[in-house]
């Protein structure tokens, strides 16, 4: 008489099923924290940068009497880092920068500065120059 043994390895469908399913609700409530996570981030960078570039401008308006306008997108256009001595930094090519200034006159005495997140257009910061 011979008996029939079954060695059992691995996992049944049930417990892969199973498996997935966890795994399925885990990330339906830490990806959406992580995005979130990200924005905040991605906010607080731009303002940082922001308030820098404020600071060059800032620099330049009193050796200048004026405001610099220009920008700087790393994709290609730069009209700021040369005449500022100023470049970003640590950011990746994650934005891009724009200043416009206004006139008063014959003197460019007001400036608005937006740093832009380009992953999350509607990330944005912007400084206000009086």
């Given amino acids: 008489m011979s008996f029939i043994t079954y060695n059992q390895k691995g996992y049944t469908l049930v ?31 731009a303002q940082a940068n922001a308030e820098t570039l404020a600071g060059f401008e800032d620099a330049y308006f009193y050796e200048n009497d004026t405001y610099l306008a220009g920008g700087y997108d790393p994709a290609g256009a730069d009209t700021l880092t040369a005449s500022l001595g100023w470049k970003p930094s640590g950011d990746k090519a994650q934005f891009t920068y724009k200043v416009e200034a206004g006139d008063s006159g014959a003197i460019t005495s007001s400036c608005k500065i937006t740093v832009t997140y380009k992953a999350d257009t509607s990330i944005q910061a912007i400084i206000k120059k009086p």
């Fill in 15 to 45: 417990e892969l099923v199973v498996a997935v399913g966890i795994i399925g609700v885990l990330t339906s409530i830490a990806l959406p924290l992580y995005n979130g996570y990200i924005a905040t981030s991605a906010a607080a960078t």
